[in-house]
């Protein structure tokens, strides 16, 4: 396919941006596949100044897939309960309206379900204001698939044929004792999102390509190792997927529209911000294909 559209670069091995684009106008068939195209290759795309309803946001979401429920039901969109609401603010009786730490440790989105989403699609309504250079509220992203790449010859066959562990329990206990306010799991929740194993070398479900898909947010063990050897494993290849080489951190604008892929990468939120620094920022996630 011949590109038409301004696509740049956001980072070497991930990323990139896809400039004067309104995607509440534009978005045709031929422009889609376009998009769907670099978004594959490249594993995050970012389009600017964008100005989308909530129903813009799920029309454009669907085009990628099935859309996803999530489980934390009080934090949706009233009406459009596809849209989970990210954001430090609270209500007139001092409660969060959303989720106000989403993403503190890195992570792909769902990996702890047995098929995984294919993508998040992240718009930005309010984001805490720049003091000169200095922007609050980033988001890092990784690339799994330019991580495994990299890997040496001697990793590449140990962890061949490797299985491990992912829960949503594990991230939601960590947040919970480092002094979230999110309240605690039901069990009609637990029963929802139980564990589940990935291999620790996962292909692609569209291009086919590796990806190291191990996070520290939801990876808790690896199959067949003693608990401290899994530690030490899991530990090695989350430290190598954040190397600066795989990594783009972006600083986030009102209209920001992000999508990326959970097959092929990871994100960390940085939460450098606190009220009166407000930040709104809703979400939708794209089902397995």
Same mark, same amino acid.
């Given at each position: 396919?011949? =590109? ?6 956001l ?6 941006e ?13 422009s ?9 290759e490249? @594993?995050?795309?970012l389009?600017?100044r ?14 990628f897939g ?5 489980? =934390?039901?009080?934090? =949706? ?13 609270l209500d ?6 959303g989720? @106000? ?7 792909? #989105?769902?990996?702890?379900?047995q ?18 250079d200095?922007?609050? @509220? ?10 495994? #790449? ?7 066959r140990?962890?061949? #044929? ?9 991230h939601y206990?960590?947040?919970q004792?480092?002094?979230?306010k999110?309240?605690?799991?039901t ?20 291009t ?14 690896i199959l067949?190792?003693a ?6 494993l899991?530990?090695? =290849? ?10 783009y ?16 990468t990871?994100?960390?939120?940085i ?6 620094q ?12």
């Amino acid at each position: 396919m011949t =590109l038409t559209m301004a696509i740049r670069p956001l980072a070497p091995a991930i990323g990139a941006e896809i400039a004067d684009f309104d995607l509440a106008k534009d978005l045709d068939d031929d422009s889609f596949a376009e998009i769907e195209s670099t978004f594959n290759e490249r @594993g995050l795309l970012l389009f600017r100044r964008q100005r989308l309803s909530e129903q813009q946001h799920l029309d454009l979401s669907r085009r990628f897939g099935r859309l996803q429920d999530h489980v =934390l039901k009080p934090f =949706l969109i009233p009406g459009y309960p596809q849209i989970l609401r990210i954001t430090n603010i609270l209500d007139d009786d001092g409660q969060p309206m959303g989720i @106000g730490d989403a993403g503190l440790f890195w992570h792909s #989105d769902t990996s702890y379900i047995q098929e995984p989403c294919r993508c998040s699609l992240l718009y930005a309504m309010e984001v805490p204001a720049r003091q000169g250079d200095r922007s609050f @509220g980033d988001t890092m992203f990784s690339s799994l698939t330019a991580a495994y #790449d990299a890997l040496d010859e001697s990793t590449r066959r140990q962890i061949a #044929d490797l299985s491990s562990e992912h829960s949503f329990g594990k991230h939601y206990a960590r947040m919970q004792a480092a002094g979230s306010k999110r309240p605690d799991l039901t069990e009609a929740q637990k029963r929802e999102v139980p564990s589940v194993v990935h291999p620790v070398v996962r292909p692609h479900p569209i291009t086919g390509r590796k990806a190291l898909y191990v996070n520290d947010g939801y990876t808790t063990r690896i199959l067949g190792m003693a608990q401290a050897e899994s530690d030490a494993l899991i530990d090695r =290849l989350t430290q190598h997927t954040i190397r600066p080489a795989f990594t783009y951190r972006h600083r986030w604008e009102v209209g920001d529209l992000l999508i990326w892929d959970n097959a092929s990468t990871q994100h960390l939120a940085i939460a450098d911000y606190a009220l009166p620094q407000r930040r709104l920022m809703h979400r939708t996630t794209v089902l397995a294909a």
